[in-house]
């Protein structure tokens, strides 16, 4: 199924600048409650180690986010942020035809500390484990992002 790179307005430092970014819709849910699923958007990130997603989505979802030990994620430039392991189900779906569904449970990282100011409206990033994990990428710069099982 293809999706289509996202323009981004970069409000932090550049008003006028448009980036174009591997942005997509999936669905999140906790394994324990399938039936409530919440639809954020998320960076496409093969640079990442794991997927993580900001712990409001996580706690609209019943997890206890602090409950389990703690990780760190260290980005370039040597920055980084803390997150805790849960388990959580990924449905990445064709929401044109309704016919392509990618449904899947792994572990990601939800994070209490805020994404930069340089990713404007970031809630998650899909990185190796927890997304590329389960699906074959091919990333078509400006086009579109395919993704296949």
Same mark, same amino acid.
């Given at each position: ?11 932090? +430092?550049?008003?006028?600048?448009? +980036?174009?970014?591997?942005?997509? +819709? ?6 324990? $409650?399938?039936?409530? =699923? ?7 990130? $093969?640079? $990442? ?7 409001? =989505? ?8 602090? $409950? ?5 994620? =260290? ?25 392509? !569904? ?5 572990? =990601? ?16 990033? !899909? ?23």
């Amino acid at each position: 199924m293809n999706f289509p790179y996202a323009k981004v307005t970069d409000i932090s +430092r550049f008003p006028n600048y448009k +980036r174009t970014l591997p942005w997509i +819709r999936f669905g999140i849910f906790n394994p324990l $409650s399938p039936k409530k =699923i919440i639809y954020p958007l998320g960076l496409v990130d $093969s640079g $990442s180690d794991i997927t993580f997603v900001t712990h409001e =989505i996580g706690e609209q979802l019943g997890y206890d986010i602090a $409950s389990v030990e703690k990780g760190e994620v =260290i980005g370039v430039g040597g920055g980084n942020i803390d997150v805790y392991f849960h388990k959580v189900g990924i449905i990445v779906e064709n929401i044109k035809n309704n016919k392509d !569904l990618y449904k899947f449970v792994d572990l =990601i990282g939800f994070t209490y500390k805020d994404f930069p100011l340089s990713m404007p409206q970031q809630t998650a990033i !899909l990185g190796t484990m927890g997304f590329f994990n389960h699906l074959n990428v091919c990333f078509k710069f400006p086009a579109q992002i395919t993704i296949a099982q």
